[in-house]
């Protein structure tokens, strides 16, 4: 079902946008999905222009089931888990809930959200390159986010070859009043296991 979701999705968008340029179809089809259909455990740096960088840990088993760990600087863990919102002092030994989610409804405007930007893709740029040993694509372009504020952003994607999965991604985003770079590196979890408060 999410194949075929995420399949017409992406003929939408490239109907309307008339896309006669095949990288720019392969950075909206590796845009568009919310996930990537499997657990997976990032490492993410967020680098504010004139500010330290943070990093956090983020473990997803689904749009139900994931959490943040803040790696520097430490902070409250955050659980998303059966539609709330938990966050917890003490390392994942006790939760407590901040508020209740409709993940579904969070979900639908995630992927209305996600069509409206791909309408502004452009410059986009295709090559290959080995990364740690292993062979992959790396697809760029640059995005119009309209969502809370407008941004210009350049996103870039390291797809492995072998798999299509995606193991490494940079967004460079530039806003009226911040400027920052989110890098993060991307690893298949097939064991992963989270917290489930009651």
Known sequence: MKTILTATLFLVVANGAAFADPCQDRFTELYLPLDQGVPTKSASTIAFKGAPPSSNDFLYLSQDHYMTVPTS???????????????????????????EMETGQNADKARADKLANAETIRNSACAE??????????????????????TENRYTYWVRKSDGFIVKAIYDTKAPNFEMVTTQTIEQAPGLTLPEPE
């Open 73 to 99: 600087p430490a902070g409250p863990w955050i659980l998303g888990y059966n539609n709330v919102l938990y966050q917890s002092a003490d390392e994942g030994k006790t939760w407590e809930k901040i508020r």
């Open 129 to 150: 390159e080995e990364l740690n040993g292993e062979a992959v694509e790396v697809v760029a372009a640059d995005i119009t986010i309209s969502q809370g504020m407008v």
